[in-house]
């Protein structure tokens, strides 16, 4: 109509605030709403924080304590083993090969090199006192390579293993420690010369290279053969000899009899005529057997009418490494009794693969950091699309 007044009718409003027309202008968010987004971003976050802490503490709680109780459960002891522990004719015995508690030569400096030495010490001591406590042994062997690094260390160094040492591996005073001198003590492998400086050093800190010690029927005999690689110093037989008392003969050596030079293992064999002899150095456990007549006909070494008549047999045993440093998945002990007739029955105590438990950690981090990162990410998204409207 002419001259007619129209009026426009205003658009509707949202109850709740103002409708977004087509060409308006992207709503910003007021004070409060930007605190309320803000608060549920915090919550998020440390929702994600708390349950990154939580799962944390149960990594570490089954890698540092429980994965050792459950290692345990499957620790499987001699025959007969629980009955013998209170009778005075058999002898219980904890061997162990190479535990070469680290230096500080070969491994990483700084702070690195602490944790992994500290990780290292803690699982020797964790697994021995563990295994310690259950078996309540006679006697304790160690079969050489205390340390990694004894032979090349200064007198300083040596006197923080020789310390490390009997503190990773304290025994109660009424268990006997036989302790045996191995290439990383003393020298024998490659360039790293055996001397006398470096035997009297062992010997001053730890015991004697040769000797005899007695366990109630089993006389044990520590040889120093040391290495296959060099010329080892001559093994005082007839003072040994003349120590030798009790009906059942264990030899102890580093190396094994098959690796050393072929007229010591049959001259030693024939002299001391053991009924088993235990070695490590190679960081395995295997089994052999030595009809001692065999050998020293073999080496051409004479030998008397009743050994060729007895026809003698010496079963050695390889002892594996008590270390998870030596590169190997199979880490253990080894547990023997031994009773007045000389029969003995044994068994390996496997131990917990450290560089599995390792490894679990590293996944861990990785997971924390991948999932820290998108949440993040997902967080700014939503607060930049919030922003629109």
């Given at each position: 109509?002419?001259?007619?007044?129209?009026?426009?009718?205003?658009?509707?409003?949202?109850?709740?605030?103002?409708?977004?027309?087509?060409?308006?202008?992207?709503?910003?968010?007021?004070?409060?709403?930007?605190?309320?987004?803000?608060?549920?971003?915090?919550?998020?976050?440390?929702?994600?924080?708390?349950?990154?802490?939580?799962?944390?503490?149960?990594?570490?709680?089954?890698?540092?304590?429980?994965?050792?109780?459950?290692?345990?459960?499957?620790?499987?002891?001699?025959?007969?083993?629980?009955?013998?522990?209170?009778?005075?004719?058999?002898?219980?015995?904890?061997?162990?090969?190479?535990?070469?508690?680290?230096?500080y030569q070969y491994e990483v400096g700084g702070l690195v090199g602490w944790v992994?030495?500290?990780?290292?010490?803690?699982?020797?001591?964790?697994?021995?006192?563990?295994?310690?406590?259950?078996?309540?042994?006679?006697?304790?062997?160690?079969?050489?390579?205390?340390?990694?690094?004894?032979?090349?260390?200064?007198?300083?160094?040596?006197?923080?293993?020789?310390?490390?040492?009997?503190?990773?591996?304290?025994?109660?005073?009424?268990?006997?420690?036989?302790?045996?001198?191995?290439?990383?003590?003393?020298?024998?492998?490659?360039?790293?010369?055996?001397?006398?400086?470096?035997?009297?050093?062992?010997?001053?800190?730890?015991?004697?290279?040769?000797?005899?010690?007695?366990?109630?029927?089993?006389?044990?005999?520590?040889?120093?053969?040391?290495?296959?690689?060099?010329?080892?110093?001559?093994?005082?037989?007839?003072?040994?000899?003349?120590?030798?008392?009790?009906?059942?003969?264990?030899?102890?050596?580093?190396?094994?009899?098959?690796?050393?030079?072929?007229?010591?293992?049959?001259?030693?064999?024939?002299?001391?005529?053991?009924?088993?002899?235990?070695?490590?150095?190679?960081?395995?456990?295997?089994?052999?057997?030595?009809?001692?007549?065999?050998?020293?006909?073999?080496?051409?070494?004479?030998?008397?009418?009743?050994?060729?008549?007895?026809?003698?047999?010496?079963?050695?045993?390889?002892?594996?490494?008590?270390?998870?440093?030596?590169?190997?998945?199979?880490?253990?002990?080894?547990?023997?009794?031994?009773?007045?007739?000389?029969?003995?029955?044994?068994?390996?105590?496997?131990?917990?693969?450290?560089?599995?438990?390792?490894?679990?950690?590293?996944?861990?981090?990785?997971?924390?950091?991948?999932?820290?990162?998108?949440?993040?990410?997902?967080?700014?998204?939503?607060?930049?699309?919030?922003?629109?409207?």
């Amino acid at each position: 109509m002419d001259g007619a007044h129209v009026t426009r009718r205003r658009p509707l409003r949202a109850p709740n605030g103002p409708m977004p027309l087509r060409g308006d202008k992207p709503h910003r968010l007021s004070p409060s709403e930007g605190a309320s987004l803000k608060g549920r971003q915090c919550c998020r976050l440390l929702t994600f924080h708390r349950t990154a802490v939580l799962v944390g503490v149960l990594v570490v709680l089954y890698n540092e304590v429980l994965v050792y109780y459950i290692n345990k459960t499957s620790w499987k002891l001699p025959p007969g083993f629980s009955q013998s522990r209170n009778d005075d004719k058999i002898v219980r015995l904890i061997i162990a090969g190479d535990p070469q508690i680290q230096g500080y030569q070969y491994e990483v400096g700084g702070l690195v090199g602490w944790v992994t030495r500290l990780d290292s010490d803690r699982y020797l001591s964790k697994t021995f006192h563990l295994l310690l406590d259950l078996v309540q042994p006679d006697a304790v062997i160690f079969l050489g390579d205390l340390e990694d690094e004894g032979s090349v260390a200064s007198d300083v160094e040596y006197s923080d293993y020789v310390r490390r040492f009997y503190q990773i591996f304290h025994v109660p005073a009424e268990t006997k420690l036989i302790l045996l001198a191995g290439d990383n003590d003393i020298g024998g492998e490659g360039a790293d010369m055996i001397t006398q400086e470096k035997m009297q050093r062992f010997e001053k800190n730890f015991a004697p290279l040769n000797e005899v010690v007695r366990v109630k029927n089993v006389d044990f005999i520590k040889v120093n053969l040391v290495t296959p690689f060099q010329k080892s110093p001559a093994v005082p037989q007839t003072r040994l000899m003349s120590q030798l008392s009790a009906p059942v003969r264990v030899l102890l050596s580093h190396v094994t009899l098959n690796s050393a030079v072929l007229q010591t293992a049959a001259t030693i064999l024939g002299s001391f005529r053991p009924q088993y002899a235990f070695s490590a150095h190679f960081h395995k456990y295997e089994r052999a057997a030595y009809n001692i007549t065999r050998i020293m006909r073999y080496a051409g070494l004479p030998y008397p009418a009743d050994l060729a008549r007895q026809q003698l047999v010496t079963q050695e045993f390889q002892v594996p490494t008590c270390s998870y440093r030596m590169g190997t998945a199979e880490i253990g002990y080894m547990v023997v009794t031994i009773d007045h007739a000389g029969e003995m029955s044994s068994s390996v105590v496997w131990l917990p693969r450290r560089y599995v438990s390792l490894c679990v950690y590293v996944v861990y981090l990785i997971v924390v950091v991948l999932a820290w990162i998108v949440q993040r990410a997902c967080l700014s998204s939503r607060r930049h699309h919030t922003t629109q409207y």
